[in-house]
């Protein structure tokens, strides 16, 4: 199983909504990220988990919360959005470089979960 | 800011042409990845290069990467409709964990 699963595939949410991103992966890999995405920019990195605790938060309101249930699961809680929040979110996969293994970083990414906030 | 720029930004070609893009970089690096999405998906790994190679090829893709210039590119070789996608170049810089995406190139084949 080479897959990383994100559900839902489009979410729409009013700015007074409480909603969540999940993502699944059983490929092993203890690191996991959440990549946020505007129509023709990059992706950008919000979180990492690595080995289910938080490694990197890159100063994101706290109108996004992250939770790594277990090595597999990554979910990403949403409240009290705006409009601009309105992107495709990313969720990807690697095997994780801090226990000193050699290797790349190469990330494994699911479909994405595009989300609208009226 | 971003680690990585990419140009050019669009590129359009007939099928059976080769496609070349450009990826610079502004830090020291790990290795240089290569990512396509194809429009509003998840974005799939191509070819990764180390900092200590110069060249790589994997089936119609080949990789260069010049450290002494901080540039990559990319180019994809006798080129189907289904090459059409954006292109993404991502560096890793030591400290692991953090990949860091260029602005990309859009791609259209036209067949």
């Known amino acids: 199983d080479t897959e990383v699963t994100q559900t839902p595939k489009h979410l729409v949410m009013g700015m007074t909504n409480k909603k969540s991103l999940k993502c699944e992966q059983h490929m092993g890999h203890r690191a996991m990220y959440w990549y946020k995405q505007k129509a023709k920019k990059p992706p950008e990195l919000m979180f990492v988990?690595?080995?289910?605790?938080?490694?990197i938060n890159e100063s994101v309101p706290s109108r996004f919360s992250p939770e790594c249930p277990n090595s597999s699961l990554l979910n990403l809680h949403l409240h009290a959005l705006q409009p601009e929040d309105s992107a495709l979110y990313l969720c990807a996969s690697s095997q994780d470089l801090t226990s000193g293994r050699s290797g790349a970083n190469v990330l494994t990414f699911g479909a994405g979960s595009r989300l609208t906030v009226l | 800011s971003q680690q990585g720029e990419e140009d050019p930004q669009a590129l359009s070609i007939q099928e059976g042409e080769n496609a070349t893009m450009n990826c610079s970089y502004k830090t020291s690096i790990n290795n240089l990845q290569w990512y396509r999405q194809n429009s509003g998906r998840g974005l799939v790994h191509l070819i990764l290069i180390r900092s200590n190679e110069r060249e790589k090829h994997s089936g119609r893709l080949r990789v260069t990467l010049d450290t002494s210039k901080k540039s990559s590119s990319l180019l994809i070789t006798a080129s189907r409709a289904a090459d059409t996608a954006s292109y993404f170049c991502a560096t890793d810089k030591a400290a692991g964990n953090k990949l860091t995406f260029g602005g990309g190139t859009r791609v259209l084949v036209k067949p």
């Open positions: 988990y690595s080995y289910e605790k938080l490694s």
